[in-house]
């Protein structure tokens, strides 16, 4: 991977300001809690969730020959979603490799911004975004989901963004799925103030930085799949391991409930519609686990499959 670094993270927002929408940072609609907790709505990104940030960074650096081959993908379908539409806005082909659990309203966004969808099993899926190969694309060029400096400094705008509109942040709870979110965020916010406690939250299905803080070391887990579908992986790759330990203050395990109560809190309080990873940030900050003072939840995405909303609104976790 090339250098991660702030200047990075400043160039990045300067190429994607015009792709991407500043999102705004509003109060959490509650009285009571532990702390006085914000949202960070990357919700409101054209594609519904943050990766179009790290998706346009990425594509604009593609020389004329990587974009000419066309582009590929392995993602639960955020990613896959934000790469299709940067392909279809400069006319590059595009195919993206998402599980075979992927839920429906991602797939109907990828068909929407003409990508060519494969299915494979979750576990296929994952190992190719570690070999970064999928032999009938070969030739084409792979723009990897998360494990990349230039996917994690597009990110890291997330960051640059929260400081400017809250400059004395407490702490910044961050979903975990790759880990190229949480690396690129916690590193714009310690690079400017190193004081802000950042955390990554993963759904107690699967939550392999947890095992990897409690072991020193990257950690595989068994992974139950769940409508929490854009993160908790089965492990946490060594180089992505290497980047965020010294940036966290930790990794913070929310249950399914929690994470359905938070959606349904979203929706009553503030009217925002956070998919499973979006919603787990809050329920992590619900539930004291990142601390008092102010306290931002980055709300990932809300990409949620409707039945599963329909479901959570009910009174159910799904």
């Known amino acids: 991977m090339t250098t991660l670094d702030l200047a990075a993270i400043e ?40 990766k179009v940030r790290g998706a346009g960074n990425s594509v604009a650096l593609l020389g004329e020959k990587e974009r000419a081959r066309g582009v590929f993908t392995c993602s639960a379908g955020n990613m896959a979603q934000a790469l299709a539409w940067h392909a279809r806005r400069l006319g590059i082909p595009c195919t993206v490799i998402v599980p075979d659990t992927a839920p429906e309203t991602k797939l109907a966004a990828i068909r929407r911004f003409g990508a060519k969808i494969v299915q494979r099993p979750w ?8 070999t970064r190969r999928f032999a009938p694309l070969d030739g084409w060029t792979f723009v990897h989901p998360f494990a990349d400096a230039t996917m994690m400094a597009g990110n890291g705008t997330i960051g640059l963004e929260i400081l400017e509109d809250l400059p004395d942040a407490d702490a910044v709870v961050i979903p975990f799925g790759g880990g190229g979110l949480t690396a690129g965020i916690a590193t714009a916010i310690k690079a400017k103030r190193p004081r802000t406690r950042v955390y990554a939250v993963e759904p107690e299905t699967a ?17 139950v799949p769940s409508f929490v579908d854009g993160i908790g992986a089965s492990g946490v790759l060594p180089e992505m391991w290497s980047l965020v330990r010294p940036l966290l203050e930790g990794a913070l395990v929310v249950s399914l409930q929690d994470v ?7 929706i009553e309080r503030n009217r925002v519609v956070a998919e499973g990873a979006g919603g787990a940030s809050v329920a992590a900050a619900r539930a004291a686990k990142a601390g008092n003072g102010r306290v931002v939840c980055v709300v990932s995405g809300g990409n949620i499959d409707t039945a599963v909303l329909g479901n959570i609104l009910r009174g159910e976790a799904p």
Do not use: C, H, M
């Open 11 to 50: 160039a990045a927002r300067d190429r994607i300001r015009s792709l991407v929408v500043r999102t705004p940072l509003v109060r959490l609609g509650v009285d009571d809690g532990p702390a006085e907790i914000y949202l960070k709505l990357e919700n409101l990104q054209p594609t519904g969730s943050f």
């Open 260 to 266: 359905a109560a938070a959606i349904r809190l979203l």
């Open 123 to 130: 576990d296929e899926v994952w190992e190719i975004g570690i």
């Open 207 to 223: 939550a392999p930085l947890a095992a990897s803080f409690s072991k020193g070391a990257p950690a595989e887990v068994r992974r």
